[in-house]
């Protein structure tokens, strides 16, 4: 089941460059809350706050709290514990090519130690068939590498594979925006469906997209969260001028 | 900027006031035919009713591009949605203008008597709410919408004044029937022009506020 995420004056540095200024929300478990902004104000760095990620990067650092349910996971959990908890998926399908599609699903299993061969095989079968891709490949699950399928199947089989750790929180940024209509239909309506197992947070341009998956919606601008309401709200009637001219196109 | 997209939203609001301003138009020379028994002004008003109907489908499709093209949000969906409601009431305004129009024509066939019941005011109350909507929709002030609501309570006051009167003059005057019954028809439409100015006014409202205050609920 997924967790709520607790955020509490998460601050973040590229360099001296403050690109996340004083951000606390609350993104609650078991839904699907999607994150718009113009490029550049900051929500692609927040999500990856939320797995530690953007530490990984030399220059860069985080301050303030953010909670998985009653786990800090500045404080509580290692760098490698937090990302099984909370899987990422990224704008760009990216399937390790050498491997075959088995292979790709179980890689992060196996980085943790999994051996067990009828685990493995369940725990493909599981993801893939939650990602909606088992009917596609169940036959080609060792003879075709990740990257021999189209993007759309790639994607969902980093899907898969993120799903494959068993996490708590799923984060998508712009999980769609390299995909055709058809690919992209599909990843919304497995985001409709995950989101009863999962807490997923999900980065996207197309704010179609946001309203249509999205329960609640986050609007960043220069590095702040101006505004998070449901996503009805923020898409009929934002309470802030800067959230309205965005969504209408009136920026700039 | 979706210059182009705002520049079509510009677009769609002049139509609108395009139609607007005939509808009125109809309305004003509908009373006029009444209070002169002018024929040929009915004949007028026939004639504009055609325009106003292709007007009305033009700027639904307008509205309708707009959506399927464009998938606005926000104060621009709230927008389009408005246009699309006050589109339809303004036809309707038209409608009551014939209306009015087929009822002078009938009475052109009976004596021109004095009937107790001011038409041209109530005429001149109900065109006065229609303007002050618009005048709202013009603005996006949804405070000068707001004040449409007393002016409907005025119209309907007067208009319930127009069926005592002239029902006890029926009572008192029954060889007067016809004529009498053509003025409450027209009483009753000016009050239903009065109606279309207050969804009129309950449209900018939610356009401006995103607020619903049709049938006296408010919600956000």
Not at chain 1, 66 to 72: C, L, Q, R
Request: hydrophobic share 40%; charged share 25%; aromatic share 6%.
């Amino acid at each position: 089941m997924g967790v709520g995420i607790q955020v509490e004056s998460l601050n973040a540095w590229y360099g001296s460059t403050h690109t996340l200024q004083d951000i606390n929300l609350h993104i609650p478990a078991n839904h699907a809350t999607a994150l718009i902004g113009p490029s550049g104000c900051g929500k692609s760095t927040f999500v990856r706050c939320l797995n530690r990620m953007h530490e990984t990067n030399p220059i860069a650092r985080a301050t303030g709290v953010v909670k998985m349910g009653d786990i800090d996971i500045y404080r509580d959990a290692s760098p490698v514990e937090v990302r099984r908890r909370v899987g990422m998926v990224f704008q760009r399908p990216n399937p390790f090519p050498t491997m075959s599609i088995y292979d790709n699903v179980i890689s992060g299993l196996k980085l943790n130690g999994f051996r067990n061969r009828r685990i493995l095989d369940e725990t493909v079968e599981r993801s893939l068939k939650q990602a909606a891709l088992w009917e596609e490949v169940k036959d080609d699950l060792k003879k075709k590498s990740g990257a021999s399928l189209s993007g759309g199947q790639q994607q969902r089989m980093c899907i898969a594979r993120a799903l494959a750790v068993d996490p708590e929180v799923l984060l998508m940024d712009e999980p769609a925006s390299a995909l055709d209509p058809v690919s992209t239909s599909k990843i919304e309506d497995l985001i409709f469906q995950l989101k009863s197992q999962y807490t997923i947070v999900i980065v996207t341009h197309n704010m179609q997209q946001a309203a249509r998956v999205a329960e609640n919606t986050g609007f960043f601008l220069n590095g702040k969260l101006v505004e998070f309401d449901s996503t009805h709200r923020i898409f009929t009637n934002p309470h802030d001028k800067r959230t309205e001219d965005y969504i209408t196109g009136r920026f700039g | 900027m979706r210059v182009k997209f705002h520049q079509n939203l510009d677009e769609l609001k002049e139509r609108l006031l395009v139609m607007a301003g005939m509808a009125e138009q109809a309305i004003q020379r509908s009373v006029e035919a009444y209070r002169t028994r002018d024929l040929s002004i009915c004949e007028l008003v026939f004639h504009s009713e055609t325009a106003i109907n292709k007007l009305e489908r033009e700027i639904d499709q307008m509205a309708l591009d707009l959506l399927a093209m464009e998938q606005p949000m926000a104060i621009d969906l709230r927008f389009i949605l408005s246009v699309i409601r006050i589109n339809a009431d303004l036809e309707r305004v038209g409608d009551q203008a014939v209306n009015i129009a087929l009822r002078v024509r009938e009475m052109g066939a009976l004596a021109n008597v004095d009937l107790p019941v001011d038409i041209p005011r109530l005429a001149s109350l109900s065109l006065a709410m229609v303007r002050k909507a618009l005048q709202a929709f013009i603005e996006g002030n949804a405070e000068m919408a707001d004040s449409v609501f007393e002016m409907d309570d005025q119209v309907d006051a007067m208009n319930d004044a127009a069926y005592r009167s002239l029902t006890t003059f029926i009572k008192e005057r029954p060889d007067l029937t016809p004529q009498s019954l053509n003025a409450l028809i027209i009483a009753r439409n000016l009050e239903r022009v009065g109606d279309h100015a207050t969804n009129v006014a309950e449209d900018v409202i939610f356009w401006v506020r995103g607020a619903d205050v049709r049938h006296n609920v408010t919600s956000n």
